[in-house]
């Protein structure tokens, strides 16, 4: 596989010309994989180039590391948000590849946790392969934040009462691999001592194998069965994130309470 080396971004992107499959790395496993805004830019604009790149047929997006597929924005991250109610800046909205475009096969290789706005990248590969440690979990409502576009691409992919359960009970809850594969948001659990890497690229190598006119239009066909009900939801986020989320500093204050990590169970 031909790499690509490291952005300073914390984003790696390695491309096996042979197959036809990119394999997309958040590399920052000492942050658990979180996104800070210049690394939003740099994934977004890798989206946008696979669209140009007829060699790359099929891609497979994971996190470095065993503890973390990512776990959302950096908390470090500034980002500052403009004054008027009626606007909100959110550097992850971009994060994925239908919201840039891309209608080639994405595969989410989940190692580890995935939280908050990893559900950016997970609401929208077509498929998700989880290692069987992994957990899926959304802490807004913990640290006084609305759980609005998260909650809308699982919506896409959980029944409802797992949707709202998981959305409402914040850190106080994980969902586990096992939990996650009985309900669908995950199709392939990997066992303990397999590589879950290894097993994502195995199934898009066989996707990218086949006609890729055919792959494309069958991922646009799926997408369209559920593209209204996400589309209306979606322009209804903004505003209630900008009416329903605690102030910068009252979240902070929230986030030092809770710490990180603890004071959960696993369902």
């Not at 036809?20 to 989206?47: F, I, S």
């Not at 939801?233 to 500093?249: K, Q, T």
């Amino acid at each position: 596989m031909t790499e690509k080396a490291p952005s300073r971004a914390g984003l790696r992107v390695d491309r096996d010309e042979k197959s036809g499959v990119a394999v997309v790395t958040l590399d920052r496993p000492e942050r658990h994989n979180a996104v800070t805004p210049l690394m939003a830019a740099e994934l977004a604009a890798a989206w946008r180039e696979f669209r140009y790149d007829d060699a790359v047929r099929a891609v497979v997006v994971t996190g470095a590391g065993e503890r973390a597929f990512c776990t959302g924005i950096d908390r470090d991250a500034k980002v500052p948000q403009p004054s008027s109610p009626y606007t909100i800046d959110d550097p992850l909205l971009t994060l994925g590849p239908k919201a840039n475009d891309l209608w080639k096969p994405v595969i989410a290789a989940v190692n580890g946790m995935a939280c908050g706005g990893a559900f950016y990248l997970v609401g929208e590969a077509e498929f998700v392969i989880a290692a069987e440690h992994a957990t899926f979990f959304d802490p807004h409502t913990t640290y006084g934040m609305v759980s609005a576009y998260e909650a809308i691409a699982m919506a896409q992919r959980m029944p409802f009462g797992e949707v709202a359960r998981m959305s409402l009970m914040g850190t106080a809850e994980r969902v586990s691999a096992r939990r996650a594969y009985e309900i669908g948001l995950v199709s392939e659990l990997v066992p303990p001592g397999e590589d879950v890497l290894s097993a994502a690229v195995r199934a898009a190598e066989t996707v990218a194998s086949f006609p890729t006119e055919a792959v494309q239009g069958t991922v646009r066909a799926v997408w369209s069965a559920k593209e209204a009900a996400r589309a209306q939801a979606m322009a209804h986020a903004p505003h209630l994130v900008a009416l329903g989320n605690a102030s910068p500093s009252r979240q902070a204050e929230l986030f030092a309470a809770r710490g990180r990590g603890g004071g959960f169970r696993t369902r």
